[in-house]
């Protein structure tokens, strides 16, 4: 008996060691929670910096106030660290750039150095004149981002260029980006028809292009002028139309001529913000987490607005 007990000694060792050492039969671990994308609707990380200067470049020459990313915020500050992305802002018709402010900083509060001009504010202005001092707006950048000693020198991510631009502004960027190969995407707020035409240069884009309107506008309403440009552009691009938005609710404040909707002010410029800075973000290849937010179920389904989409 006890020789029995002492042969099986060695494989009792051995089933022990085994039932130690193998993996222990455990619940598989839950999955990780998705990431969730930030809300390009609130401010983003960065201080917000601007500067006055004359842009000249392409034979262009006017004021404008650049608003950016900087180290600290406020007026000539030093530009944040890296390569940003660059923009140019057109105004409304008779609009003072002032009107935009709370809009192109929080672009900066998301690393866009934008270049809004000051020409072309008259009664009488042109239009495809406009759309050559945005592009020029773009070339003074890359111009800048290789001068040594300029403020924006080595912080201009000269391959993520875009337009947007507001009602004649907006009809002005779609013009300046159907002439400027530069421009990657292009994204306009309650964008009108100008002379030449801008759904002309919508069905010319083959760059992701992005139109925001409101539903009560009464001076360049969706069906007259957004809807137009949007059907006239190939994919990829997509109409937004914020319910109740009027026209100059893109507008920080109101003026001679202006209408008004069903929503506030602030509920319209958060909505705009929101679907603009994610599109912005997506389409320059900035943040590939904001797909759903541009072209998926979370922008078909934001509360406020009504999507339609060529993706």
């Not at 915020?73 to 609009?95: S, W």
């Not at 809009?103 to 239009?127: E, M, N």
């Not at 981002?145 to 502004?169: E, K």
């Amino acid at each position: 008996m006890l020789r029995t007990l002492l042969r099986a000694v060695p494989a009792i060792m051995l089933a022990v060691a085994a039932a130690l050492t193998a993996p222990t039969a455990l619940a598989a671990p839950a999955p990780a929670p998705a990431a969730v994308a930030a809300d390009p609707g609130a401010p983003g990380a960065y201080p917000v910096a601007y500067t006055d200067l004359t842009v000249s470049a392409s034979g262009r020459s006017y004021s404008a106030r650049v608003w950016y990313p900087g180290k600290t915020a406020g007026a000539n500050a030093a530009v944040a660290q890296g390569l940003h992305p660059g923009m140019a802002f057109g105004h409304g018709f008779f609009q003072d750039i002032s009107k935009y402010e709370s809009t192109l900083r929080h672009y900066a509060s998301w690393g866009f150095i934008t270049v809004t001009p000051k020409s072309q504010g008259g009664l009488s202005p042109s239009h495809t004149g406009f759309a050559d001092d945005l592009n020029a707006a773009l070339t003074w950048l890359t111009a800048q981002n290789a001068a040594a000693g300029s403020r924006f020198a080595g912080a201009v991510d000269t391959s993520r260029y875009a337009l947007s631009g507001h009602s004649m502004g907006g009809g002005a960027a779609l013009l300046a980006a159907s002439r400027n190969p530069a421009v990657k995407s292009v994204s306009t707020l309650a964008a009108a028809e100008t002379n030449p035409s801008a759904v002309a240069a919508s069905s010319a884009l083959s760059i992701p292009a992005q139109y925001v309107g409101g539903s009560k506008d009464t001076v360049a309403g969706v069906e007259g002028h957004q809807r137009k440009m949007y059907n006239a552009k190939p994919a990829p691009t997509q109409l937004r139309v914020i319910t109740g938005g009027f026209h100059c609710g893109f507008t920080d404040s109101g003026g001679f001529g202006c209408d008004s909707g069903s929503v506030t002010r602030a509920e319209q410029q958060r909505l705009t913000r929101s679907v603009t800075t994610s599109y912005l973000l997506f389409t320059l290849g900035l943040d590939s987490s904001l797909r759903d937010q541009v072209w998926g179920s979370a922008a078909q389904n934001l509360p406020g607005v009504v999507y339609t989409a060529k993706p």
